[in-house]
Each structure stands twice: as structure tokens, then as C-alpha cells.
């Protein structure tokens, strides 16, 4: 099993940056991708951005490619996510995920379905 703790999260005004990251331990050999999810309040979870843990590919969601970029640290078994450009519409918990699953393309990796292992999440809140 994997375990997975984001930090990173806080009060931002818009315009501002920040880097969240997501510290996996535990099985940490058996992910095959890692992604990023937030969720506002009162909205579904939406997907942000993944990254293959072996190979490090990346995809994001059209809406942030440009403004976000997920990246990792296999020696620390660590991923992150660098926000900029905030706007108070990104106000939400993030989350990462893990999964040891592969699926060809990258829908897949879109859905929370496919992740298995869940961190706690890390709020994020900007301000106009």
C-alpha cells in the first residue's frame, strides 16, 4: 500500500504562485502514475494534472497546461505541483493520487476511478 501527505497549500492572492507537493511512502515501487485533483466546494472533483512515475510524462487539463506543471522526485518519491498565475477561481482542496495501473493514452488518467490511493488534500485559497 501507498501512503500519500500533500503540503504546500495557503492563502494567495491572485497573481501569486505556489508549489504544492504530495510525499509517497509505502509501496511506492508499484505506481505506475501520480495525479493531481481539486475539488471547490459544492463542485465535482476535477482533474488537474498527471505524470508517469517511470518515463515522467505529463498531462494536464486543457484549462491549466501553461499556468500549473506537475513534476516528481523519484530519489524522494515525491511529486509536485507548481501553481502560477493564481486565480480565485483555482480556490480548492487539492489532492494527489496514485495508481499501479496502466492504461494506454491518457483518459484513464484523467478519472478518479483509476487511482486507488488518495493523500488528504491541501487547501488552497486565492483572493481577489
Known amino acids: 500500500q501507498v501512503q500519500l501527505v500533500e503540503s504546500g497549500g495557503g492563502l494567495v492572492q491572485a497573481g501569486d504562485s505556489l508549489r504544492l507537493s504530495c510525499a509517497a511512502s509505502g509501496r511506492t515501487f508499484s505506481t505506475y502514475a501520480m495525479g493531481w485533483f481539486r475539488q471547490a466546494p459544492g463542485k465535482e472533483r476535477e482533474f488537474v494534472a498527471t505524470i508517469r512515475w517511470s518515463g515522467g510524462s505529463t498531462y494536464y487539463a486543457g484549462s491549466m497546461k501553461g499556468r500549473f506543471t506537475i513534476s516528481r522526485d523519484n530519489a524522494n518519491n515525491t511529486v509536485y505541483l507548481q501553481l502560477n498565475s493564481l486565480k480565485p477561481e483555482d480556490t480548492a482542496v487539492y489532492y494527489c493520487?496514485?495508481?499501479?495501473?496502466?492504461?494506454?493514452?491518457?483518459?484513464?488518467?484523467?478519472?478518479?476511478?483509476?487511482?486507488?490511493?488518495w493523500g488528504q488534500g491541501t487547501q488552497v485559497t486565492v483572493s481577489s
Open positions: 493520487a496514485a495508481t499501479g495501473q496502466y492504461y494506454a493514452g491518457n483518459y484513464a488518467y484523467t478519472r478518479p476511478m483509476t487511482y486507488d490511493t
